[in-house]
């Protein structure tokens, strides 16, 4: 009761703060920009692309349809919508802090527990809230926009098409995927957010946590391979996954596949222990700490 | 008795901001809590309100320890621990409904209205925070303070940051809210003359140990008053009234200053003496009493 309670409070002062909008602004701004250059030369700027292929094969069909820009635009956006989700999970309790309101609520007659579930609870709403506005702006304008057909996925070695109607729920999937990789960053900004009395501390934090494991990511060096399948980010571009389809043994695609199930799986696994990790620990550091801000 | 501090303690690392502190405070009384910059105010009514966990010691409010009790405690207590700034992006009545929420109430907005009005915010509720001076704030922290109408109200240097106009409203809020709404209310400060003006009982702390604790009426001897004399010497002048029979009225430990505490009645025989024995009189001036005995109390301790 207290609970949901306090939840209700949460939610409500993130989404009556002008700030919030700010990221939901950005999205749409940056969605609409994409959307718009490819409106205009999205068919050169494919030609151009699939210009070998054409050569060899004949493509029928709207290549440029609302599925391949979803996932172009999932591929630009999704790296970036940390700071985003950042922006406010980082503030939800040193910010508080810093407005002197923290020390206010902890005066009246709540437990420390509810409160830091409840934030933690506001700012996943909030996470999620934001990633299905992605989805509306990306996945459903762009349907609008551009049409429905097959999916072609252009990658370095191969290119993969995906029927239309086997492309929808790779979405809805890819989506959920996505909710989880933000909750992780979003539990991580959160967790600094304990410790902070501002909240520019754990935005930069956290974006500073990324940038360098996103680095060791990429280089390729023995020394980095051994912590790489620990590090979060090494698994917050599993929604990809959900686009790898599994071939027959005449090379056909398998409708309703997915090339390595029990890796996306163990990657969603990894970053929810990664949330569960962030969550008690917010939760331990809180309830003993001293509120001197 | 609604405040009952034993032997409280709170180190900080190698630095113990507050010293085996023993004090309590008897309901409905104005209590007023005293010391520098500083001094362990804000630490001690931080570890009554549990925002800082003692080293040492026990608290009870109410007769139950606030740390099994806490939820129970806080539900009977409200409090403004220094300025807060608020939710600026949202008006009066907003914040109220906030506060009042995680108190555990749904009030109404005739409920909120009323509350504003006690604080003389209610011609600006539908204002945002962010269009409040310091004083409104003030003055919405104390009504945000008394949401869940609390028994016990703690308010940790409500005048700090305010203009003469604030100040007055803030005190004459605090006497209204004892005398009329029967609180009891603890005023933390380190404007003595504000104290002086509104407590019943008092405790002066220093560099985090108790100085003294009693009533204000006991503490202070009203027939006397006290005086800083400015003179062209203040050293010679000091010196002529201690080889006197005014020896007994030198006070405080100041070189730079010369106070005396002297009966309402002696001031012109006083000043007489001064002149007669020339001493260049430049003026003098009464300064607040508990200012001086408090200032006498601190030097004592100092160091």
């Given amino acids: ?293 | 008795m609604h405040i009952q501090v034993d032997q409280l303690t709170k180190e900080f690392g190698s630095f113990t901001s507050v010293h085996n502190l023993s004090f309590s405070v008897n309901a409905g009384e104005v209590y007023g809590f005293l010391g520098q910059n500083g001094a362990g105010k804000s630490t001690t009514i931080r570890m009554i309100l549990s925002l800082i966990k003692p080293t040492h010691g026990s608290i009870k409010l109410f007769g139950k320890s606030i740390q099994t009790d806490r939820e129970y405690i806080l539900s009977r207590t409200g409090a403004m621990v220094e300025k807060p700034d608020l939710y600026k992006y949202l008006n009066a009545i907003d914040n109220m409904k906030i506060f009042s929420k995680y108190g555990g109430l749904s009030l109404s907005r005739e409920d909120i209205m009323n509350q504003l009005a006690v604080v003389g915010l209610e011609s600006r509720a539908h204002d945002k925070v962010k269009k409040y001076s310091q004083g409104m704030k003030q003055r919405l922290g104390i009504a945000i303070a008394m949401v869940n109408n609390p028994d016990l109200i703690i308010l940790d240097e409500p005048t700090n940051g305010l203009d003469p106009q604030g100040i007055t409203d803030i005190r004459n809020l605090i006497l209204m809210l004892s005398r009329e709404k029967k609180k009891t209310v603890v005023v933390s400060s380190h404007l003595l003359s504000e104290v002086e003006q509104i407590a019943d009982s008092m405790l002066i702390i220093n560099k985090g140990k108790k100085i003294v604790e009693g009533r204000v009426s006991d503490l202070l001897n009203p027939g006397k008053i006290q005086l800083e004399i400015e003179t062209l010497n203040n050293e010679e002048a000091k010196l002529i009234l201690s080889s006197s029979a005014w020896a007994n009225s030198l006070n405080g430990n100041s070189m730079d200053k010369l106070i005396v505490e002297v009966n309402r009645t002696n001031i012109q025989d006083l000043s007489k003496y001064l002149v007669d024995h020339g001493v260049g009189l430049i003026g003098i001036k009464s300064v607040n009493s508990l200012e001086a005995y408090f200032l006498s109390l601190t030097s004592d301790h100092a160091v």
């Fill in chain 1, 1 to 293: 009761m207290q609970y949901s309670r306090i939840t209700y409070i949460e939610l409500y002062k993130i989404f009556r703060n002008p700030r919030t909008y700010i990221a939901f602004s950005v999205v749409a701004l940056v969605v609409g920009l994409i959307q718009l250059g490819f409106y205009t030369d999205g068919e050169t700027y494919l030609e151009f692309g699939l210009r070998s292929l054409t050569d060899t094969f004949d493509l029928h069909g709207k290549i440029l349809n609302g599925y391949l820009m979803a996932y172009i635009i999932l591929q630009t956006l999704l790296v970036n919508l940390p700071l985003l989700v950042s922006l406010v999970a980082g503030d939800m309790i040193s910010g508080e802090a810093s407005i002197g309101t923290l020390r206010l609520i902890l005066t009246k007659p709540i437990s420390r527990n509810t409160l830091v579930m409840a934030k933690f609870t506001a700012a996943g709403i909030y996470t999620l809230v934001l990633l299905l506005w992605m989805a509306f702006w990306s996945l459903g304008i762009s349907v609008l926009i551009f049409g429905a057909d097959d999916m072609l996925i252009l990658k370095s070695d191969m290119i993969t098409q995906i029927l239309s109607n086997d492309v929808l729920w790779r979405y809805i999937a890819a989506f959920g995927f996505a909710i989880i990789a933000m909750l992780t960053v979003a539990s991580l900004s959160f967790f600094l957010s304990v410790f902070a009395e501002n909240s520019i501390g754990p935005i930069m934090t956290s974006m500073s946590i990324i940038i360098v494991f996103t680095i060791i990511n990429t280089l390729d060096l023995p020394i980095f391979n051994h912590i790489k399948p620990y590090l979060f980010t090494s698994h917050m571009l599993g929604w990809k996954g959900f686009f790898d389809i599994r071939v027959n043994e005449n090379n056909e695609q398998i409708v309703g596949s997915i090339e390595n199930l029990p890796g996306v799986l163990t990657s969603a696994g990894i970053l929810i222990l990664h949330i569960l990790g962030f969550l008690w620990a917010s939760i331990v550091v809180f309830k003993r700490k001293d509120i001197l801000s």
